[in-house]
């Protein structure tokens, strides 16, 4: 099966909390007051006068709280369907009366090392923009090379491998609670680790072509997670073989 057929399979097998938080994701960044890219300007003079003019333009009190909602709508958009096995294994680990507390632990664990990652990421795109200015293709380009070099390194597939690694969580007490909080610190880490250099790629990118690289980099998620962990080797996370057929999750019928 090729990369678009393998995730249009998995989204449609998405647990249908998962999958409205995606479509919310994916409305909030097709609005017209979301913008979900760095801004384009045009400034003149060196790197330093430039990395202090962008980064004034963007952390305004305006243009921040936009970047702040459209990185969350570009997680919630992207990033959900990459949850359903995480969120199955807290669900299957935890009891019933403890079951979305024990999730909402584990999304606030990713959710907040998404959210440092974030930042550095953005910072990291002002200082791009800010080097690369002659034009305006120039960072794109440089992402694009980052985002491919990136995903043929072994440690591409090594953070592959730690997202599919779901440790035993405890029943009961602070220590479950605990538990929960930290794999979801663990598997964001490992997520990090495995899509920084796509996301730089898509804050990178202006105009419509922004989505066109939000839709391509979650295909290519959707199909290399889609795998079982692999030795990691050079060029091991561009194979799109062994795909995954999930279970059912409790989260698509609701609480029980």
Not at 131 to 156: E, N, S, Y
């Amino acid at each position: 099966m090729g990369p678009l057929s393998v995730s249009w399979l998995l989204l449609s097998r998405l647990p249908h909390p998962l999958l409205i938080s995606t479509g919310m994701g994916w409305l909030m960044v097709t609005g017209p007051d979301v913008v979900p890219a760095m801004p384009s300007v045009c400034i003149s003079g060196g790197f330093r006068d430039a990395l202090i003019s962008r980064t004034q333009i963007t952390m305004a009190n305006g243009d921040l709280i936009v970047i702040a909602i459209s990185w969350f709508a570009m997680l919630a958009a992207m990033m959900s369907p990459l949850l359903s096995d995480p969120l199955l294994h807290v669900e299957q680990q935890s009891l019933r009366r403890r079951r979305w507390r024990q999730i909402a632990l584990f999304v606030w664990g990713y959710l907040a090392v998404w959210s440092v990652a974030g930042a550095t990421l953005v910072l990291v795109a002002i200082m791009v923009q800010a080097g690369l200015d002659q034009t305006r293709a120039a960072p794109v380009i440089l992402g694009i090379v980052l985002a491919m070099i990136w995903q043929a390194t072994p440690f591409k597939q090594r953070c592959l491998n730690g997202c599919h690694q779901h440790p035993s969580l405890a029943a009961f007490g602070v220590r479950a609670d605990a538990e929960a909080l930290l794999f979801g610190v663990s598997h964001g880490c490992c997520c990090v680790g495995s899509c920084w250099a796509l996301m730089l790629l898509t804050i990178l990118v202006n105009g419509p072509l922004h989505w066109v690289v939000m839709a391509a980099v979650l295909i290519g998620s959707l199909s290399e997670r889609s795998r079982g962990p692999q030795p990691p080797r050079w060029f091991a996370a561009l194979s799109f073989r062994q795909v995954f057929v999930r279970k059912p999750s409790l989260l698509s019928r609701g609480v029980r």
